[in-house]
């Protein structure tokens, strides 16, 4: 579903000068938490030239079995609204459970009692919501035992339950992919293409076996050539630390638009 087009990045204050120095920005991403009465000057005048800005939450916890906090409902919406976005995301992962909080997204198992449990926590956001809601699927480390669906019928099926959008990073599907010794394009394949809103991409690192997303590394060359292959309308670097030189950077989103649309 093409509400967003061409090349983003995510919004971050020490990086502010270079994006708002981009000639083409498509759209940028801001993470929903930070966001409070005002946005900070530079965002605001990204929004104020028409540069879609996406709030991006992390802390809502869809995935956990206590329902959404009202309180963090309530600062999702108001998020949206002082960016005046065309939309909105978050992840299907849970972040607390009994008052605890893991300061991480944590991976849900595939079952079918998980799914009614994002089903449940989606549809109260979306019910304080003027604009689409969009999910992400995260990368995760480990594996829950016993699942019951591969995770193509687990996103399709909340998918299709809430009305949601998909948020598909590129890099967490790699991620996965490394981690549970399986081919990444597999799943591409396997995704609904047309629930998707847009794509992230960001670069990562192998330690002791694994793969972490850290969005602090160049992005790798798998991720370029899953771009080449799905060809996304609107595709988004983030980048959350570690930042290289402007030219550097800007070499990196030129290297994404060409894989996506070269």
Do not use: C
Not at 162 to 184: F, H, K, Q, S, W
């Amino acid at each position: 579903m093409s509400i967003l087009r061409g090349l983003g990045i995510g919004w971050r204050p020490e990086i502010a000068g270079f994006i708002a120095g981009l000639e083409t920005l498509g759209f940028t991403e801001v993470i929903a938490e930070s966001i409070h009465r005002e946005l900070p000057p530079p965002l605001a005048a990204l929004r104020d030239k028409g540069v879609p800005v996406i709030p991006h939450g992390v802390k809502l916890s869809l995935g956990g079995a206590d329902p959404v906090d009202p309180d963090r409902v309530e600062h999702f919406a108001n998020a949206a609204a002082v960016t005046r976005a065309p939309l909105v995301s978050e992840h299907i992962a849970f972040v607390r459970a009994a008052g605890m909080e893991a300061g991480h997204l944590l991976p849900l198992p595939r079952t079918r009692e998980a799914v009614d449990a994002v089903v449940a926590n989606v549809t109260t956001v979306q019910s304080t919501l003027d604009v689409p809601l969009a999910l992400e699927p995260i990368a995760a480390l480990v594996e829950w035992p016993d699942d019951e669906l591969t995770e193509a019928q687990f996103l399709t099926e909340i998918l299709d339950r809430t009305g949601a959008l998909l948020l598909l990073d590129i890099a967490n599907v790699y991620a996965n992919a490394l981690n549970r010794n399986e081919d990444p394009h597999a799943l591409l394949h396997a995704i609904p293409w047309d629930r998707v809103a847009y794509v992230h991409v960001a670069g990562g690192e192998m330690v002791d076996g694994l793969y972490h997303d850290t969005h602090v590394h160049p992005v790798p060359d798998e991720a370029y050539k899953m771009l080449r292959e799905t060809r996304p309308t609107a595709v988004m670097l983030e980048r959350d630390g570690r930042y290289p030189p402007a030219g550097q950077l800007r070499a990196e989103l030129d290297a994404i638009a060409e894989a996506a649309w070269g």
